[in-house]
């Protein structure tokens, strides 16, 4: 009727026109039919543009009546909930829930959290994605549903999949800097007690911080490699957001370094290089001179993704160490220069990258001998960077060298790297041509 000028237009955005007024109090009466709340919810989906500007009405009523409709159904994660999720979403920059409501959203939170698991994988990532765009829009809001959360992950069997979901949900409240342990303040009233259809059973109250993160880490355990690395992950953000918020981990670290211990025992080298790889992604601190010569002194026996993985793992932190060049040219980082792989190849390229400040004449000269042009995208990158750095480091050299033995040995890597930058030029990659034009003009 608004869209088609039946019933007169608002001039004052903000004010609910008497239609919806006498609509909105129907939504809100707690003594409505819940069949009659669900027409008009459909209503507001159907037509949610007109309804967008009174935003910071309707999210109340709408949070309760989700609540309603997971404590009266037995599917969880229904179609229609999702639909009404959707729309508070495109809402978000008119209005989040009001502080005032954050009994009601809580309890939302729980719901959500416990009814995100499905059988089928596809629904299960989109459930996932719907959480984790919701927990972004209304952050300011959120608590971490803590007791659900250590259910979740709380599967004794170390063969088990089970826990994938609940590791998941954590590193979504970690990306939004929430702690996914928290104790909710003593309720001054007799609130009514929040009950599902989940799995959730009756949790004690003993339950501690660190009663809590060991639970997470007994899923660094597990023999699934998805169930370890996200596990690994989320140890990597609990830490980095301690370190952020200046509280102490040195609990975590313990734990940490006998989980580490305890991989390297079982000589898991595979599992051992994931966890690493994961918790450094965030947590860079964790890679000391102990892990860089494990993870160099296994590189030549690794394979595949776990190669990948032990490469990555040290380009973050590479230029802590000295001596770092050395180690690698023994473990053969050159000769995966010329590896199959292209891939692999891309990363040994960025990992010398970050080390060709610190080395010497000779070094250099070795790395660039190796180095062609031809390859992908993303080796034909790596090496115009490694080319252009060297090129401008022996232009350098030649200017200031005086008569020296390597005089003529500088001659030659000079035409040499500078033969293969005017070959780059004839690039396929766009980016590239541009970029190497840019660096001769």
């Known amino acids: 009727m608004e869209t088609n000028g039946i ?7 903000s004010d609910m026109s008497p239609w919806m007024i006498c609509m909105y109090k129907k939504f809100s009466n707690p003594l409505i039919s819940f069949n009659i709340k669900l027409f008009l919810m459909r209503l507001i989906i159907d037509t949610h543009t007109i309804f967008k500007p009174y935003a910071r009405y309707l999210l109340t009523p709408i949070i309760h009546m ?50 995100c698991s499905h059988r089928n994988v596809i629904v299960m990532k989109s459930n996932l994605d719907l959480i984790k765009k919701l927990i972004e829009c209304w952050k300011e809001r959120i608590h971490a549903p803590t007791l659900i959360l250590y259910k979740l992950i709380s599967e004794p069997d170390l063969k088990s999949k089970q826990n994938a979901i609940s590791l998941s949900l954590i590193e979504i409240l970690l990306a939004n800097d929430i702690l996914p342990y928290y104790v909710p303040p003593t309720p001054t009233g007799n609130l009514p007690s929040v009950t599902t259809n989940s799995i959730l059973t009756t949790i004690t109250n003993d339950l501690t911080e660190d009663k809590f993160n060991e639970t997470i880490f007994k899923n660094m355990k597990n023999t699934y490699r998805n169930i370890y690395a996200a596990a690994g992950e989320v140890i990597g953000m609990l830490l980095n957001i301690k370190k952020l918020k200046h ?18 025992s079982q000589r898991l080298s595979d599992t051992y290089v994931t966890c690493i790889y994961s918790i450094q992604k965030h947590y860079p601190l964790i890679f000391d001179k102990t892990v860089m010569n494990k993870l160099i002194f296994g590189l030549k026996t690794m394979y ?37 792989d292209f891939g692999i190849r891309g990363i040994a390229l960025h990992l010398l990258y970050k080390l060709l400040a610190k080395l010497t004449h000779e070094q250099l000269y070795e790395i660039a001998q190796i180095l062609y042009v031809d390859g992908p995208n993303e080796w034909q990158i790596w090496t115009l960077e490694i080319y252009k750095c060297i090129y401008d480091y022996i232009t350098n050299y030649l200017t200031k060298e005086i008569k020296t033995s390597i005089r003529s040995l500088s001659e030659m890597f000079y035409h040499h790297v500078g033969e293969q930058l005017l070959e780059l030029l004839s690039s396929k990659n766009e980016y590239i041509r541009v970029n190497c034009r840019n660096f001769w003009v």
């Open 247 to 264: 509280e102490t981990n040195q609990r975590l670290l313990e734990e940490l370094n006998l989980i580490l211990k305890w991989h390297n």
């Open 66 to 115: 989700c609540n309603q409709m997971f404590e009266n159904s037995s599917e969880g994660l229904n179609t229609f909930i999702i639909d009404t999720i959707v729309i508070l979403l495109s809402w978000h920059k008119q209005a989040i829930p009001s502080e005032l409501d954050s009994i009601a959203i809580q309890r939302f939170i729980e719901y959500l959290f416990s009814n």
């Open 304 to 340: 595949g993704d776990i190669k990948i993985e032990c490469l990555e793992s040290l380009i973050a932190n590479i230029t802590e160490f000295d001596s770092a060049y050395l180690e690698l040219r023994a473990t053969g980082i050159l000769d995966i220069l010329i590896h199959k």
């Open 7 to 13: 019933i007169p237009i608002n001039d004052h955005i």
